[in-house]
């Protein structure tokens, strides 16, 4: 597991949902349920990332205009503030993610954890949504260029749609993008429908599974198991890049599905035992959204509790789940099945003729 104190300072401001003590609340909450003592978890000093690394994901001038806006203090825009101690740990963030990579290519975990990771709305030439720097894409580039990492999955799990990562690779056969999350219609950043399965050669490969508002663990684990695990045994990723945190949960002030604790620990589970299967357990986590503070610490637990392999999870949540609504199955039946429908050209295990595997 990749940390720095320094974590902190990516504190959007008084009354921003994205404050630096949720960083600090996690760890507390991690020690005091005793993670740390687990021969399963090594913490990790990131290095920050360099500007050359950046450049592997973002345009030269993007790079330089953040840099500009920090020397400045000036924000990216209304809700993204930028300044030299947001980015000096959103460097560091990032090399976080850089040295997950490379642990497990070196061989010294099978599974890692960038904790505080996963900026999606980042996109080559654009930031926005929190996010300065998109660490899933500079974690694959580095991954590309140092091992020879050819085939990626990435599942996003986040309650929003990770649209800077989709429209990175939306024409990259060798990175099968998955995103579960919210109906665009109902929360930002107002895309991520079915029909966006990517372009040229990365039709296909762009995966958007949008949920309806109140949708719970059972019926968001159905559609993984309907969309995510026969695709990653299709597709056989090299490594699989899991990101999101607890933004999905009942609780959290900027998203409407209804997750529990307990759910997010089944999906961690789910996404250990596929990349068990499909690549020899190689697996980076990055559990980094949430903004409720009294939920985001017992969900990011149970997100890297389920990655390491713990059985079970003495943590509950602080407030009674309400009852998902009953149309919400019906209607995540429908879209799948429609989903199916729109790929079943381009994969065997939705009915096609043809494997669509990158050699």
Known sequence: MTYHEKYRQYDLGEGHPFRGDRFVNAMRFFENQGLFQLSEIVLTKPQPASKEDLLQVHSEKYVDLIFRLAKERKPFDVETPVSPEILEAALLIVGGAIECGSAVYEGKAKRAISLGGGYHHAGKDYGGGFCLFNDIAVLIEHLRTKYSVKRYLVLD???????????????????????????????????????????????????????????????????????????????KPEIIVANGGSDPHFADVLGNLNLTVKGFFSIARLIREVAQKVCSGKLVLMPGSGYNPNVLPPCWYSLIAGVIGLNEINVKDPYNPPVEPAQCYRIVEKTLDELKRLLRRHWSCFGGFSLNIIP
């Open 157 to 235: 799990y986040d309650v929003h749609f990770g649209n800077g990562t989709s429209d990175i690779y939306y024409e990259d056969p060798t990175v099968l993008f998955i995103s579960l999350h919210q109906d665009p219609r109902t929360i930002y950043p107002g895309t991520g429908f079915i029909w966006q399965i990517g372009k040229g050669d990365g039709e296909g490969y762009n995966i958007n599974v949008p949920l309806p508002p109140g949708t719970s663990d059972r019926t968001y684990l159905y559609a993984l198991n309907e969309i995510f695990v026969p695709l990653a045994e299709e597709f």
